[in-house]
């Protein structure tokens, strides 16, 4: 029937078609027939027919809901046989089976059945294309993270960057005033510190490591996304493995500062940079990672260093897709991208922000620490994983043919180096076990890249599975390593349990200002910390009105000055420790064993010659404090309740990020149009 239908319809347009133009055609038999006549042992498929049935069951692909684990099973049963449909057109039987469909497991199409529940073996399947590698090195990574979350106090750092946190929230929802952090932090106040707060404030500083913990775990699955789509699996696999257990990735795991979550996002946008060189048309994916790496600057100024890394990713793996000029500008693309946002941050958020950015990154001053010590120590944290990338390397140039894939290879492997090289330029050791973690992610995609090829040479599959097994079982020596050193990194400080318990009793009986080498530790633990503007340190001194003395970069305050406060018993409550700064304690303990003011109230065992707490006793501690340009005579205790606020306007900054964010658009967009030539621009532009 469907065949006699077709005909008549033939015929209807064959006359239609004589009577339009006037000329009659050569016959009005329908094609089926003439085939037919031509070879009459073969039966051929009615077009339509062929095509409604074809359509139909695509269609039912697209009406269903998604189905991920019956891939194969639903396509095969949506699809008409490749077979069956040549078999129709010749007549002839098939002879071979349907061709398998390589990558179906990337594949995602829809259930035939609309609402089908997944049988027992379809879990079985979508449970076998987990990635329990991945899995695995995630729960080692966890597991020993989690056992140093307990293990000791917290840090100065974790004290520090917590107690600003709590401050900026009660500053957002109460008004309060706050010192002027944006200038001397060399991260963004407003950024990790209230995230940090939030988890403080649900589980105490155990949940605020555990925070750092999610922060890392992501970035090793960061890591596992962008090697198994720069490589394969197996790379992916070793190049996580060797990263997860380093000593001071699983330290980070468990610190609680805004080094983990940096390192995420900057994980984050190598991922992006990735993925936008493998499509032809990445604009969002360019302004994705341009956005996130500007975030990830922010929470952390020293983490731009690598930035260069992450726009070699975007030349280079767009080369793979691209010409080498449209790849330079898709990257000049991105830099453009980003420095316009990190510039829009700084003219919004002012001067201070670009303080602190200059004397905490960009003008350190030298230490005296020296080189070779920087270099050793660098070694011991992360030789294992610098020495497989510079293999991998080596291999590449053997390996890959393509010069943007040896290129990318040597840029991973080189980017572990740069926090060795700056530091030993400066001559310091402080941050280094923090810094190094960043450039031994991207040297990891180097390392598992080396391991994938060792394992790979032979063409025999038990040989190669041999040697998978075998460098599996060589990871327990990096593992019992890296735990080794993750253990003595927690224990480089003191535990302050004792000090803080003691401090609890003796600051609640005194008001005044308070000396401390480290205060971060009291202002994070007791309830006086809230009342900042009480706490002075051995590196400046906060006054009565809310201002502050401060050394300039790289120098300290002179015994002097400290002890001129003392004559004049500035301070109500001293606490040395006899740290960093030994020999200003002991001129501050002897100018307070003089002075028959002060007594000794308590001594601390701690690290490393223990702590001693001195307290004023008289009832008159200090005059009152003397009025500044344009400010009344406070006495002492309406000082500390109430200090002068700092001034945050918000109008001026609106106005000139506005105006530096369009003079820098406009001057950009006249370079594209007139620097480059015609039809020789980035397609995203």
Not at 75 to 91: N, Q, V, Y
Not at 287 to 302: D, E, I
Request: proline residues 6%; positive net charge.
């Amino acid at each position: 029937m469907a065949r006699r239908g077709y005909d008549q319809r033939f015929k209807v347009r064959a006359a239609e078609r004589v009577r339009e133009t006037g000329k009659p055609i050569a016959t009005t038999t329908p094609p089926c027939e003439i085939r037919a006549q031509a070879s009459p042992a073969v039966q051929l498929p009615e077009p339509l027919s062929l095509w409604s049935s074809l359509k139909g069951r695509l269609s039912a692909i697209f009406r269903t809901r998604w189905h991920p684990s019956g891939q194969l099973s639903a396509l095969k049963a949506a699809l008409p046989d490749p077979m069956r449909i040549r078999s129709m057109a010749t007549g002839t039987q098939p002879s071979s089976p349907v061709p398998r469909i390589r990558g179906g497991a990337s594949l995602m199409v829809r259930s035939v059945r609309a609402g089908e529940k997944r049988q027992p073996r379809q879990w079985l399947t979508l449970l076998s294309r987990a990635p329990w590698p991945l899995v695995t090195v995630l729960a080692v990574q966890a597991g020993f993270s989690l056992s140093l979350v307990w293990s000791n106090t917290a840090f100065q750092d974790e004290a520090l960057y917590l107690w600003v946190g709590h401050l900026e929230i009660s500053h957002w929802l109460h008004g309060t005033t706050m010192p002027a952090f944006p200038a001397f932090l060399s991260g963004a106040p407003v950024l990790y510190p209230p995230l940090g707060a939030l988890a403080d404030s649900l589980g105490g500083l155990a949940a605020a490591r555990i925070l750092s913990l999610g922060f890392m775990l992501a970035s090793t699955c960061l890591l596992w996304a962008t090697v198994s789509r720069l490589y394969s699996r197996r790379a992916a696999f070793f190049a996580c493995a060797i990263f997860a257990v380093l000593g001071v990735t699983l330290r980070l795991g468990a610190f609680a500062t805004y080094d983990p979550m940096s390192l995420c996002l900057l994980a984050l946008a190598a991922w992006c940079a990735v993925h936008a060189g493998e499509h032809l048309k990445s604009s969002g994916w360019l302004v994705g990672t341009s956005f996130v790496l500007a975030m990830a600057n922010g929470t952390k100024y020293a983490s731009a260093l690598f930035d260069p890394v992450v726009v070699g990713l975007v030349v280079f793996s767009s080369c793979r897709v691209l010409r080498r000029k449209q790849a330079l500008a898709r990257g000049g693309t991105m830099l453009g991208y980003t420095a316009g946002m990190v510039a829009f941050l700084f003219a919004f958020g002012g001067g201070e922000y670009w303080t602190a950015v200059t004397q905490s990154t960009l003008a350190r001053v030298n230490s005296a620490d020296p080189i070779s010590a920087v270099l050793i120590h660098s070694w011991r944290l992360t030789g294992v994983v610098v020495v497989l990338a510079f293999a991998g390397a080596v291999l590449c140039l053997a390996s890959e043919s393509g010069l943007h894939d040896r290129l990318l290879i040597w840029l991973v492997a080189v980017a572990a180096l740069l926090v060795p090289l700056g530091q030993a330029h400066v001559h310091t050791l402080t941050s280094l076990d923090k810094h190094i973690d960043f450039g031994a992610w991207f040297a990891a995609i180097a390392a598992g890249y080396a391991v994938d090829r060792l394992t790979g040479w032979a063409s025999l599959r038990p040989v190669r599975s041999a040697a998978t097994a075998a460098c599996v079982l060589l990871l327990a020596l990096p593992t019992w390593i890296g735990i080794t050193q993750a253990k003595a990194l927690f224990r480089t400080w003191p535990n302050s349990a004792v000090l803080i318990m003691t401090l609890s009793h003796v600051i609640s009986q005194s008001k005044g200002p308070v000396l401390a080498e480290h205060p971060s530790l009291p202002e994070y633990y007791l309830a006086q910390g809230a009342q900042w503007n009480r706490w002075s340190s051995t590196h400046s001194i906060r006054l009565l009105d809310g201002r502050s003395i401060n050394p300039r970069n790289g120098s300290s305050l002179k015994p002097q000055v400290y002890l001129k406060l003392i004559r004049e018993g500035f301070f109500s409550m001293v606490i040395l420790d006899f740290g960093p700064t030994a020999s200003l304690d002991y001129s501050i303990s002897q100018a307070l064993e003089r002075n028959y003011h002060y007594h000794l109230v308590a001594r601390v065992p701690y690290y490393p010659s223990g702590a001693v707490v001195w307290q004023y006793r008289p009832e008159r501690r200090f005059p009152p404090a003397k009025a500044g340009p344009g400010l009344q005579s406070v006495s002492p205790i309406e000082g500390l309740l109430t200090p002068v606020a700092r001034p945050s306007p918000i109008l001026g900054p609106i106005v000139l990020a506005v105006t530096i964010t369009g003079i820098f658009t406009l001057l950009f967009t006249v370079w594209v149009r007139y620097a480059w030539r015609r039809r020789k621009a980035s397609d995203d532009l």
